[in-house]
Structures are given as structure tokens and as C-alpha cells.
């Protein structure tokens, strides 16, 4: 495996609990070859109203016996004080020191049950009082905007209350427009704000699926890349190398202007944010 160069932020990568077995040993094996890269931490996702915690759980603690760094995700919606007090009492029963603290959606079909928490600063307010300073915590940043955000500013005002409340750092929603990520930045320096804020990255694979996931969290595709994915039809090859260009070319300019870091999105899979890494190393 490539070595990183010495100008190569810290990157960290994103899992979801696998539903079967045969997910779960596909990614045990992506895990290994994604470990050669060196990551800070590997974080798992934690379903709409904690409809995957166990097996966020049990994830994280396979992913910790294996020797790395794990970090639950943890969402506050549809979760009481009680059940939000025994998951982090749990996690640090097992050392776990790394928390990404959320808000979090309801599933479909939960009407308008919504917990004893409405906002992420909530959570991670809770979590502080509860534990004091065993958890770093990571917040959700949104340069492009919250899909539910009234405003830009008021989205910005939502992520400053994460801050203080106790949240040490951020992971973005993955984007494809730098320039969004480098005003979000910018604007948190001015209003005082200095925390590291780690940009999200989310590998192009597949045109339908990004369509569908971009719908879904606001993350905006710009029409260029829109139109040139459009165009291979289901030429598969031509969208991956198209994307591998596209994503790398954005990563180095992350990294040229002083990103902190870089969180991958996998989806479970070892080998796009293998090659995007190579890539981002090997120069």
C-alpha cells in the first residue's frame, strides 16, 4: 500500500452495521485493507430513532478488539434521557473515548414521536454533563446547508450552539463544491469559532445511488457533474474513473488549503476510497 505523503491530513472512515452475515464478513474484509492506510478512527452509523444499536454496538466493539479506534455514532431523536444514559455509560464501560453526536431522523412511521431531545446541541450538552471530558465529540457540519435549516445563517447559529454546548470537532455532509466547505470555514472564524472541521468526502461509484443519496441530505451534485454522470448511461467504468478524478482533484485542493482532515463515506466498501487515496498520496 502507497505511504502517505507528508503533507496528507489525518482521514478517518465511515461505516453502517451490516443487517446479514455475509455483510458482515464483507466488511471485516474491506475493514483490513482499509486499516492499511492508517486511519485515525473508523465511526459507524446509528439508524433513524437507534433502529441499528445494536448493531452499532456491536460493530464498534468488534471494530475496537481488532486494535483500531472506533466511534459510535449516536442520535438523540426518539431516545429518551434513560436510554441515551445507558448507551454512553455502555461505550465507556468498554473504553470507548469518541463519540459523532446527532440529532438524527425519525423512522417512517413514527408519527410525532421524537424523544426528550430535539437538537444535537441538546445531546451533546447531555453527554458532557454525563461524562465530563471522557468523550471527544464530533458534530454534523452542513457547508452546503441543512436540508431543514431556515436559513444559511440560521444553520451557522445551529452549528455554533453544537460548539458550545461541548463538541470538540466537526465531520461535514460529504459535497462536491470546495468553495462551499472554505465560506463555511471562514464564517466560523469569524464569529470566533476555531475547531477542526473535517470534510466529508463520499466516493462516485454510482450515478442512481448519489442522485438518490444527494435527494435525500441536500448535499448538492453541480451540473457539470451532473451531466457528464448523466452521460455514460450504465457505463460503470466511465462513472468510477470520472469520479476518481473529480473527488481527487477536490481532495488536494482540500488538503493545499489547510483541511484538517478527511472523513470517508464508504458504504462499506474498501475499494474507492483505496484508490482515492493512493492517488492523494502517491503525489
Not at 473508523?42 to 448493531?55: D, K, L, W
Not at 426518539?78 to 453526536?101: D, F, K, N, W
Not at 450515478?207 to 455514460?232: H, N, V
Not at 478524478?245 to 482540500?254: A, E, H
Request: charged letters at 20%.
Amino acid at each position: 500500500m502507497t505511504a502517505p505523503a507528508l503533507n496528507t491530513p489525518d482521514i478517518s472512515m465511515e461505516f453502517f452495521p451490516p443487517k446479514t452475515t455475509e455483510g458482515a464478513d464483507k466488511l471485516r474484509a474491506a475493514r483490513v485493507q482499509l486499516a492499511e492506510l492508517g486511519p485515525e478512527y473508523f465511526s459507524v452509523t446509528f439508524g433513524a430513532a437507534g433502529s441499528t444499536q445494536a448493531g452499532t454496538r456491536d460493530t464498534v466493539l468488534e471494530i475496537q478488539r481488532e486494535g483500531h479506534k472506533a466511534a459510535p455514532h449516536l442520535s438523540c431523536i426518539g431516545r429518551s434521557r434513560a436510554e441515551l444514559r445507558e448507551i454512553i455509560t455502555e461505550y465507556q464501560s468498554h473504553g470507548i473515548r469518541h463519540i459523532v453526536a446527532l440529532r438524527g431522523d425519525l423512522p417512517s412511521g413514527f408519527g410525532g414521536l421524537s424523544g426528550e431531545f430535539s437538537h444535537a446541541s441538546e445531546l451533546i450538552e447531555f453527554i458532557r454533563a454525563e461524562t465530563g471530558d471522557w468523550f471527544h465529540i464530533e458534530a454534523a457540519a452542513y457547508p452546503e446547508m441543512h436540508p431543514q435549516a431556515r436559513s444559511p445563517q440560521d444553520d451557522l447559529q445551529n452549528f455554533i450552539r453544537k460548539i458550545k454546548a461541548g463538541a470538540n470537532s466537526a465531520i461535514t455532509q460529504y459535497f462536491y463544491n470546495a468553495d462551499a466547505y472554505f465560506r463555511f470555514v471562514d464564517e466560523l472564524h469569524k464569529a470566533g469559532v476555531d475547531v477542526p472541521v473535517v470534510a466529508g468526502i463520499m466516493p462516485i461509484t454510482n450515478y442512481t445511488q448519489l442522485m438518490r443519496f444527494s435527494d435525500m441530505c441536500g448535499a448538492e451534485i453541480p451540473r457539470w457533474i451532473r451531466l457528464k454522470l448523466a452521460s455514460f448511461g450504465d457505463d460503470s467504468a466511465s462513472i468510477r474513473a470520472f469520479g476518481l478524478d473529480v473527488v481527487t482533484q477536490m481532495c488536494d485542493r482540500l488538503i493545499a488549503s489547510g483541511a484538517p482532515g478527511l472523513h470517508f463515506y464508504t458504504l462499506n466498501q474498501a475499494a474507492p476510497t483505496i484508490a482515492i487515496w493512493q492517488r492523494i498520496a502517491g503525489r
